[in-house]
């Protein structure tokens, strides 16, 4: 614990630890927010088209049974060494069972409250606005609860084959060094972002919640 907490203190001075941090944080939110914007986008799709959800689902289930870390090689190979390889490591971890996950909440939604939007001559994009996407909110909140750790965890394997900077990039390198102290200060960096990040979407979480019922 000394050795590690001797790293930690040198690289803080050297301003390191720090470059280090923002960049695997800053991946690690822009692959989240992708994330999330191209699940639901994806999902409102497939719910407003059902022959391309039937099409496209059994690709879907493929994929993301398909295991996330034998795709990494293919996107250094693909895109090249860089921070947008990462960002797309990160967002492939998470984003095709997001993508399923919301398609069956859409699916699942209260047939009678679409029912009545459609007998008041509504339309099926105004259930979509009306019941669909009001009602899978929690859903919503709960796949975030969820992919933000898995971007993280898609981020540091895209850091592993790929990166000059970052944490997965300090664990690997320090492990190649034998500097064992540095592994465990960037395991431990990682668990403390971890749990920051889920206290954040927890927090959005209840402030939802506490406006739902004021």
């Known amino acids: ?61 493929v994929l993301n049974s398909l295991p996330k870390s034998a795709l990494a090689p293919l996107l250094i190979v693909w895109l090249g060494a860089n921070q947008r390889t990462i960002i797309v490591a990160g967002i492939s971890v998470a984003i095709f069972g ?61 850091e592993f084959i790929g990166a000059r900077n970052g944490l997965g990039y300090l664990i690997i390198y320090g492990s190649q060094v034998f500097q064992l102290d540095l592994v465990i200060l960037s395991i431990l960096i990682l668990c403390l972002m971890a749990m920051l990040l889920y206290g954040g979407v927890t927090a959005a979480e209840k402030l939802y919640h506490r406006r739902q019922h004021a």
Not at 101 to 124: A, C, D, P, Q, V
């Open 98 to 158: 997001t993508i399923l996950n919301l398609y069956t909440g859409f699916t699942e939604t209260s047939r009678e409250k679409i029912r009545l939007i459609y007998t008041l001559h509504g339309t099926k994009k105004d259930a979509l606005i009306k019941v669909v996407l009001p009602s899978t909110v929690p859903m919503i909140i709960s796949i975030m609860k969820v992919n933000i750790g898995l971007c993280l965890v898609g981020v540091v394997i895209g």
């Open 1 to 61: 614990p000394s050795l590690v907490l001797e790293t930690f203190v040198k690289m803080l001075k050297e301003q390191s630890l720090t470059l280090h941090i923002r960049i695997t944080l800053s991946e690690t939110l822009i692959s989240f927010f992708l994330v999330m914007s191209l699940g639901i986008l994806s999902a409102v799709i497939l719910w407003l088209f059902p022959k391309i959800s039937r099409i496209l689902e059994p690709y879907l289930v």
